[in-house]
């Protein structure tokens, strides 16, 4: 075995321990309002995405006009 098949195999003889109610509470609470919180927008990456669109559309229609010549 090498040492990390050795450290697996010890970490799955541990015995599972349960987290604190308080904790696993907050877990849920923050997880919900991560899920409930607005998007962040990125209009720098949206323009990029459109930019590339375009060019991709347009290389695309001159790449398939040209067929057709």
């Not at 010890?10 to 308080?22: G, S, T, V, W």
């Not at 991560?34 to 927008?41: G, Q, Y």
């Not at 375009?54 to 001159?62: C, K, S």
């Amino acid at each position: 075995m090498t040492e990390v098949d050795e450290l697996l195999a010890r970490l799955r003889n541990l015995e599972p321990i349960e987290p604190d109610r308080d904790f696993s509470r907050l877990v849920v609470l923050r997880g919900r309002q991560r899920l409930r919180a607005r998007p962040r927008r990125s209009p720098l990456a949206s323009t990029a995405v459109l930019g590339a669109v375009v060019a991709y559309l347009g290389w695309a229609l001159h790449f398939t006009s040209g067929l057709y010549r």
